[in-house]
């Protein structure tokens, strides 16, 4: 009979498995479930050729974590770097911006559309900056809902932008570009992370603008072994501390009497036998919330908290991703102006006109989304040496309009129509691919049911979940705790299983051993500064 | 940032997965270092963009008495193995299927008596070969184990032999019987043509029936040994690509990464030459033949389940629970041919096995995983000087009407070590007829692709080639692979793996061949005892 203090049920990169490590570290004995062979399904590493390296979630912000320093990720075997060119846009016209981590690059490319808008611009970041650790504390690093420091937040973002509160909360992603700057360019080339939703909902008045505003306080880095070395880095801390991990094995229900969570029903696939786990202080559900309902089974709940469960949606908006192995390396129109466009890791290929990207946030929920304007292009071969293969490895992900199960059947004209947007704006001889993958949001799903419609977009900030909709960490079931992750491919820092991870500590009356201090943002700093030092050596 | 340990192991297939346990869990400091992204070597568990799960490379395990460490994974229910009942099935187009089952005595039911008696002569030869090596390679005692016994002690007649005179020696008549027997070690691997290829054969019939697999995938072995080395505090580093070996004479006084990392450590266990002072091995390798068969690896994952195949209901129950599927060949002159055929431009025939979906019984809803493996021909040749290397490819591609084009001077393969030039693989690119600029290589791949999957969809009862969702193709010339010119042969004659010391330095190597990797678990006490004696 296994006996552990807390059980946690998934092995998700955002949730689980930080949650277990942090909580293995403070001194309790943890039990990790995990249905498949390795944890962290959604941020693999894979070779789709030896050495042809992609990672199924190719963006990482693992930088900004407390978890870096906290779990000591690096003593673990993770190596991440920061990267010299973050990533360009190129619209249909042939204009293009690559940004950089230096601002004055990328501000003097701004002024050539408008100095007004580089000057605005600049404001703004200079208006945040020291408020980035804080910003980052309470919109990642503070269990929520909190009403009070949801205010906070919004009063820091309100200064930002020279606007009042009550203003910001009546104003969209639209209405906001629009207001700030006058350039129809500028507003093209500071939209690209956010109008691909990786915050919320650039139409809805209130998170349109805060999405946009927040997606300033992301920063990015590279992990050379790929983002998976991220998953076996905390799994690693997770055993160095004595945790288990039981593989190959999934959870049927929560062992719930009296009100109080005691553990979980686990079934083993390689004999199909159920068997009862004991969790002896509390139970983590990293499932999301249709699955949390269904493991509680016909356990009576609090009106509220069942209704939150069952009318947790999903963004609407999904995307299809697209794995190509190339023979030569894409050939960019914006390239021979800027070299440093071509060796960006990520190439965003945006509208022609503001008017067209307008069109399209309106149109992306209701029609068949256009893939013109909404695709997202990363460069393996910048990002990995995959110089031994001669091969090229390029990701695109887009926009599929709203999800449907017939979006299976649409995976040809979805790839046909892709395509020849692609290759009449930029000679990339897809045609001529190697390999080509598809993965629908329907992949997604049957590879992860946790992420309800396949989204890869889902989770804190979207639509319905918005800050102070979250699932709760805590649930009015005594012992049941929620790591409240959903998808985790834009949460590689890490935050939902720190903060559930954080609640049960305060639930517990335990206080935090002094590791577990480190600010969000403060390894990345730290790197900045010796980068800087060394640079002046 | 140099971080010093007690051992540092080079390559993290299941030989440095074991020996690092070993070393953790008594209390030694190592770190062990792999240039892949994904630890396991030849056994790997992976599921790329979709949820399906498969198997690259070896999914399976000879032998049910597994040595430390790993055999605690087993006792303790970490991992659970499961025995195929029917290891191999074999289509045809004009006759029923013919089945090698585990139980001997349902095999012989499908034979007539005098092809019984000749299997049952072939096996029973092939157990004591697979029960005598087994037992030698995990048997650390006989570290002894490690000694190539003298030539000409064996007394089997099969290290002399072909299959294909074997299986006259044996007196098997049966066509069916003979073409699958021919089909089993070259999908196996192993080359048919090899003078000793007959051992490699009894020992593989044999063997099969003493194959396991890792119930949910080998991955779930591997993880259950790194998880073990992490729970020591052991450190793992992929994708970690040696950039600069630092030398004091003989002795490695560090190594420093592509990502800056730099690892120093008394001893130093490698299967990698180019670590070695000269960046070759201390003695020559034994002469093998300068041909091969390479392997093409496809994996395919179809929108809707396939079903099974396409055959009367009873053979299909049976051939649906087996292992492997083979087809493509009606008889044994046809895979002959076949293999001499495949030197000209072109294969002229889809042939290859079905690795069927045995994690069904894991309870995963994976409804569709399989995989083909396809021997594909080109060109190998072993030897370590590059001259002779390139001589040679000269030659092979001169006997079928090519040329090479100019040498590549900073030749490297995909493991990222480029201290020394690895020709082999680039040799391969050289007389691929398919690398060669007279054909459009893409053009090639892509209908042999297609041809392949046809096949498949022929072969199916429920899948059309428009289904495929999924399909990963991988050459020979991608992942090195060839078939092994004589490999098992050897090992079974005693040519057992010889741990090198360079005894002036702090570099050993594991000298483990790649056929006695896949004997797998066996060989990994003799590599540790070997370190053991270097530490003590």
Same mark, same amino acid.
């Given at each position: 009979m296994s006996d552990y203090d807390i059980i946690v049920a998934g092995a998700g990169l955002a949730g689980g498995l930080p949650a277990a490590a942090y909580l293995q570290k403070a001194g309790f004995k943890v039990g990790l479930i995990e249905r498949g062979v390795d944890t962290g399904k959604f941020y693999h590493s894979y070779e789709l050729h030896p050495g042809v390296m992609f990672d199924h979630s190719p963006v990482n912000f693992s930088c900004i974590s407390p978890a870096m320093l906290d779990l000591d990720l690096e003593g673990a075997g993770y190596v991440a770097r920061l990267p010299s060119i973050l990533h360009s846009v190129t619209d249909g016209n042939g204009n293009h911006m690559t940004f950089y981590p230096n601002l004055e690059r990328n501000l003097s490319q701004l002024e050539v559309y408008s100095k007004r808008d580089a000057a605005r611009f600049r404001t703004i970041l200079q208006n945040l900056q020291p408020h980035w650790v804080r910003l980052l504390r309470i919109l990642?690093?503070? /269990?929520? /809902?909190?009403r009070a420091r949801y205010d906070e937040a919004l009063q820091i973002s309100a200064d930002a932008l020279d606007m009042s509160v009550e203003e910001l909360v009546r104003t969209n992603g639209i209405q906001l570009l629009e207001s700030l700057f006058e350039s129809e360019q500028s507003r093209i080339f500071l939209i690209p992370l956010p109008a691909l939703h990786l915050f919320g909902d650039l139409s809805v008045p209130g998170q349109g603008a805060l999405a946009w505003l927040w997606a300033l306080l992301l920063r990015a880095c590279i992990s050379p072994a790929g983002n998976q070395s991220l998953v076996r880095a905390l799994e690693r801390v997770f055993l160095q501390h004595g945790g288990d991990i039981l593989r190959n094995t999934s959870v049927e229900s929560f062992d719930v009497s009296n009100n109080r969570c005691e553990g979980v029903v686990v079934r083993t696939h390689h004999d199909d036998q159920t068997r009862s786990l004991r969790a002896r202080e509390a139970v983590i559900s990293n499932l999301g919330a249709s699955l949390t309902l269904k493991m509680l089974g016909d356990t009576p709940l609090p009106e509220s908290f069942d209704r939150q469960l069952k009318n947790w949606s999903m963004a609407k908006r999904v995307l299809a991703v697209h794995d190509f192995i190339l023979p030569e390396p894409p050939q960019w129109t914006a390239a021979p102006a800027n070299p440093d466009f071509a060796r960006s890791p990520r190439i965003y290929l945006v509208w022609n006109t503001w008017h067209e990207c307008v069109q399209w946030l309106e149109n992306s929920l209701t029609e068949e989304a256009t893939f013109h304007g909404d695709v997202e292009m990363t460069l393996m071969n910048n990002i990995y040496d995959h110089s031994a293969t001669g091969k090229y490895a390029l990701r695109i992900r887009h926009g599929t309009g709203p999800y449907s199960m017939e979006l299976e059947e649409k995976r040809q004209p979805f790839t046909d129509r892709m395509l020849s947007s692609l290759t009449t704006r930029n000679p990339i001889p897809l045609q001529r691919a190697i390999s080509h993958q598809m993965a629908t949001p329907l992949d997604f799903w049957r590879a992860n049911p946790a992420a309800l419609h396949g989204n890869p977009v889902g989770g804190d900030f979207i639509e319905g979940q918005w800050m102070l909709d979250r699932c709760p960490y805590e649930t009015p079931v005594e012992h049941l705790y929620m790591s409240n992750s959903v998808w985790p491919t834009a949460m590689s820092w890490l935050a939902p299983g720190y903060n559930a991870a954080g609640v049960i500590m305060d639930r517990l009356g335990r206080k935090r051993p002094s590791w577990w201090s480190h600010e969000p943002g403060e390894w990345f700093t730290r790197r900045v500064a010796q980068r800087r030092a060394g640079a002046a050596s | 940032m140099n971080r010093s340990f007690d051992v540092l192991i080079l390559g993290a297939d299941l030989n440095g997965l074991n020996l690092a346990t070993s070393l953790a869990e008594r209390g030694k400091r190592v770190a062990l270092l792999d240039t892949a992204l994904k630890l396991g070597g030849p056994f790997r568990t992976e599921s790329f963009l979709t949820s399906h799960r498969y198997e690259l490379g070896a999914g399976w395990i000879l032998g049910e008495h597994h040595p430390e460490p790993a055999a605690t994974l087993f006792e303790n229910g970490t991992v659970h193995s499961m025995r195929p009942e029917i290891p191999l099935a074999y289509l045809f187009d004009d006759r029923p299927p013919l089945c090698l089952y585990r139980d001997p005595d349902r095999t012989f039911e499908q034979l007539a008596s005098r092809d019984s008696r000749g299997l049952l002569a072939l096996m029973t030869e092939g157990e004591s070969l697979f029960e005598s090596t087994v037992i030698r390679l995990a048997n650390? %005692? #006989? #570290? %002894?184990?490690?000694r190539r016994s003298p030539p000409g002690t064996s007394t089997s007649p099969l290290f002399d032999m072909t299959v294909r005179e074997a299986l006259d020696h044996f007196g098997l008549p049966d066509p069916a019987l003979r073409c699958v027997l021919t089909y089993l070690p070259l999908a196996l691997g192993h080359d048919i043509r090899s003078t000793g290829s007959a051992a490699a054969l009894a020992a593989l019939v044999y063997g099969m029936s003493r194959m396991s697999l890792i119930s949910g995938g080998a991955g779930l072995l591997v993880n259950g040994l790194t998880d073990r080395i992490s729970r020591q505090g052991g450190l793992i580093c992929e994708a970690a690509k040696v950039q600069t070996v630092n030398r004091d004479g003989n002795r490695i006084t560090s190594l420093e990464l592509a990502d800056g990392r730099s690892f120093s450590a008394p001893l130093i266990v490698s299967g990698d030459d180019s670590l070695t002072p000269t960046g070759q091995r201390d003695e020559p390798a034994a002469a093998v033949p300068d041909e091969s068969l390479g392997i093409l690896r496809m994996y395919l994952d179809f929108l809707h389940d396939p079903g099974g195949f396409a055959l009367p209901s009873d053979q299909a129950r049976a051939v649906n629970r087996a292992y492997l599927v083979g087809f493509g060949f009606e008889n044994e002159h046809e895979i002959h041919e076949h293999l001499a055929a495949m030197r000209g431009s072109q294969p002229q025939r889809i042939a290859g096995h079905l690795i069927n979906n045995h994690f069904q019984e894991a309870a995963e809803p994976v409804g569709a995983l399989s995989s083909l493996n396809e021997p594909l021909w080109c060109a190998s040749c072993h030897s370590t000087d590059p001259e002779t290397l390139r001589q040679r490819a000269t030659d092979i591609a001169a006997r079928h009407g090519r040329t090479i084009p100019s040498p590549q001077a900073t030749a490297t393969d995909h493991t990222g070590v480029r201290i020394r030039p690895r020709p082999v693989s680039a040799m391969w690119q050289s007389v691929l007829p398919f690398t060669t600029r007279a054909v459009d290589p893409e053009g090639f791949r892509r209908s042999y692709e297609q041809a392949t999957v046809r096949e498949i969809c022929r072969r199916l009862a429920k899948v059309e080639p428009d289904d495929l969702r999924f399909r990963l193709t991988w050459l020979p010339a991608e992942t090195g692979e060839s078939l092994m010119d004589g490999d098992l042969t050897r090992i079974l004659h005693g040519d057992l793996p010889r741990h090198q010391q360079n005894t002036t330095g702090n570099l050993l190597l594991d000298r483990t061949s790649r056929s006695a990797r896949y004997l797998s678990l066996q060989t990994a006490p003799g590599l540790i005892a070997a370190v053991d004696q270097r530490i003590a």
């Open positions: 990642f690093y503070s /269990p929520h /809902p909190d | 650390p %005692e #006989a #570290a %002894e184990g490690y």
